[in-house]
């Protein structure tokens, strides 16, 4: 079984930043691609980044490129997503997710391949 544990998420003013992380268990991390979506309330799920197993590609979400970062690190067995410039359009509970399959070359951008989701971590830009 895989456990995936969101951290970092917080209140903060728009036009700050904010680091959320990942801590994965349960089976080889570096061999799967992993991703981060967001649900705001009222609002269906949504992509907002995502990795492949390697590190060697992402993307993103058009909302969030430019001010949004995906990085891992397969030695720590962590994702994590780097946010600046936050606006009050991010304010939304983050989820990350595990690729089902290994090896995937490009980074998964819908939600149905990820088969391993962590409880959520709230972010919360308002002045």
């Known amino acids: 079984q895989v456990q995936l544990v969101e951290s970092g998420g917080g209140l903060v003013q728009p036009g700050d930043s904010l680091r959320l992380s990942c801590a994965a268990s349960?089976?080889?991390?570096?061999?799967?691609?992993m991703g981060w979506f967001r649900q705001a309330p009222w609002k269906e799920r949504e992509f907002v980044a995502a990795i492949n197993w390697n590190g060697g590609s992402a993307d993103y979400a058009d909302s969030v490129k430019g001010r949004f970062t995906i990085s891992r690190d397969n030695a720590k067995n962590t994702v994590s997503l780097e946010m600046d410039s936050l606006k009050s359009d991010d304010t939304a509970v983050y989820f990350c997710?595990?690729?089902?399959?290994?090896?995937?070359?490009?980074?998964?951008?819908?939600?149905?391949?990820?088969?391993?989701w962590g409880q959520g971590t709230q972010v919360t830009v308002s002045s």
């Open positions: 349960g089976r080889t991390f570096s061999t799967y691609g």
């Open positions: 997710a595990a690729d089902r399959l290994p090896y995937r070359v490009v980074p998964v951008t819908t939600s149905a391949p990820y088969l391993y």
